[in-house]
């Protein structure tokens, strides 16, 4: 894209701001600048008019596959995962596109160390996981690693410094995130630099548009893949590619399936996997009305009791079908770096938006859900902060508890 064309582009779409400081840069800025420009998806800006609904629909619980239950048919359940594993029907996919921020670490948050005595790694740990379910059924099977912009490169060498923790590289593909631009409340999208637009991850819920954009779903065509299994950075106890959990899913003949969690209490912030107007769906914790999330039953127990823990499986012949679809998108209000009268200014407080596709949503399209009850002390260890709750300290308590050396 030339200057002309950008010129006229913004000026349609009501930003001829981003050109302000064109005149100031020198030939490799202003072929990043127009890059931006000429990638970025203006009619996203046509969300902020849109008016959330007040009311989340009729809820009603899910009937999930319980603990107990799973344990009855555990063999069952994991013979059947175990076909369709060493079938080479399954594929996994790694949400790795965030940083260590909140644990005051400045790097992406899977080269976190959260060992003790040695080093132990977020992506050492998760990579563990895949490499047990891969000896379990004889078959290493893709593994597709979302990141981001900021953090693909340092991602892609950690990984290769590190052997790729003695999976083989010839089935790990990385693919890049897309962008959404940040934008202020009326509507103008910030630069980040003078030369660059501030643009976002896209959300959780991008990440099979990403794939398939980024041409890595040539893979899943290749092999014959129809189901991959999604999981997020944060999670250090989790199962990848659990025979147990694909086994179900397949048996139970729905088209995806969520690993859940009981609730300590209604307070607690995860989505909850229930029915909305009859359809499987997952409220997250914001936007649960709090009647709703006290609610007990007959047991004591809460009614919307299963929290989601970012472990999912989807059959991509159905994902195929959420692309014409498209998910919405959701507006989140964050205080967004700029450049402001030629100086880049670091807002405290939110002062725009940013464009966010979530995961969740993907739930409500794919039809039945089946939701997969684990144990939380043994399969959910979130890292979210640094100290407190979901923190490094109750993940490495957690994990001493599950017998890792640390």
């Not at 005051?104 to 132990?120: A, S």
């Amino acid at each position: 894209m030339d200057y002309e064309r950008a010129k006229s582009l913004l000026r349609q779409a009501g930003q001829s701001h981003l050109l302000d400081y064109y005149g100031e840069l020198d030939e490799k800025q202003r072929n990043i600048l127009l890059k931006d420009i000429e990638k970025t998806d203006f009619t996203v800006l046509e969300n902020i008019g849109l008016k959330r609904a007040t009311s989340v629909g009729e809820l009603s619980p899910v009937q999930a596959e319980t603990s107990e239950n799973i344990s009855a048919n555990r063999e069952k359940y994991e013979k059947a995962g175990l076909e369709v594993l060493k079938a080479g029907k399954v594929g996994a996919v790694l949400l790795a596109g965030g940083q260590g921020t909140r644990l005051g670490f400045d790097k992406p948050k899977g080269m976190y160390d959260i060992g003790v005595t040695r080093h132990l790694y977020i992506f050492q740990l998760l990579m563990e996981s895949v490499k047990n379910a891969a000896c379990l059924s004889g078959v290493n099977f893709p593994l597709f690693i979302m990141t981001g912009e900021k953090n693909d490169a340092q991602t892609r060498t950690f990984f290769k410094e590190n052997g790729f923790f003695g999976y083989p590289e010839d089935r790990v593909y990385f693919f890049v995130q897309d962008t959404e631009p940040a934008c202020s409340y009326d509507g103008k999208i910030f630069l980040d630099e003078k030369y660059r637009l501030s643009l976002s991850p896209n959300g959780n819920g991008g990440w099979y548009e990403s794939l398939v954009g980024s041409g890595a779903s040539a893979v899943l065509e290749r092999e014959g893949i129809e189901w991959l299994n999604v999981f997020g950075v944060d999670n250090v106890l989790q199962r990848i590619c659990d025979p147990v959990f694909i086994g179900a899913t397949c048996l139970s003949g729905c088209e995806s399936g969520a690993k859940v969690v009981k609730k300590t209490c209604a307070e607690e912030k995860v989505g909850v996997l229930c029915k909305v107007d009859g359809k499987p769906s997952i409220i997250e914790y914001y936007d649960m009305p709090h009647k709703d999330a006290a609610l007990c039953g007959a047991d004591g127990g809460l009614v919307y009791r299963y929290g989601v823990i970012l472990n999912y499986l989807f059959k991509v012949e159905k994902l195929n079908g959420t692309l014409g679809k498209k998910l919405p998108y959701h507006l989140a209000e964050k205080a967004i770096p700029h450049i402001e009268n030629g100086v880049r200014v670091l807002p405290t407080q939110p002062n725009g938006y940013k464009f966010e596709k979530l995961v969740v949503d993907m739930i409500s399209l794919t039809g039945d859900c089946l939701a997969f009850e684990v144990e939380r002390n043994r399969e959910f260890a979130p890292v979210k902060n640094k100290t407190g709750v979901d923190s490094v300290e109750t993940a490495r308590a957690l994990l001493n508890e599950n017998g890792v050396q640390l």
